[in-house]
């Protein structure tokens, strides 16, 4: 992750680049595209193979949670570092 990176600087300021919207390029929008549609379709995976449960349910949330998080990762890449 790029030292850069808004969630890596515990002052006031970094909560600025936080907590903005961040207008997707066409590329960004590619990877918004790509990364969702392979969470839903390991979702639909998990839905199919395990049985109804607390943790099927947790499972789907932390599917939703890995791609919010992979979201926010394109969203706030700064300065294209890793």
Avoid: W
């Avoid at 066409?26 to 839905?47: G, H, M, N, P, W």
């Avoid at 947790?58 to 706030?76: E, G, K, Y």
């Amino acid at each position: 992750m790029s030292k850069n990176h808004p969630s890596n600087s515990p002052i006031v300021e970094a909560l600025d680049s936080l907590f903005t919207y961040h207008p997707p390029s066409a590329e960004d929008v590619e990877k918004y595209t790509i990364l969702r549609t392979s969470a839903q379709r390991f979702a639909e995976k998990v839905l199919l193979n395990c049985p109804p449960c607390a943790d099927r349910s947790a499972a789907i949330r932390s599917i939703r949670d890995a791609l919010m998080t992979a979201n926010a990762a394109i969203a706030l890449d700064i300065d294209g570092d890793e």
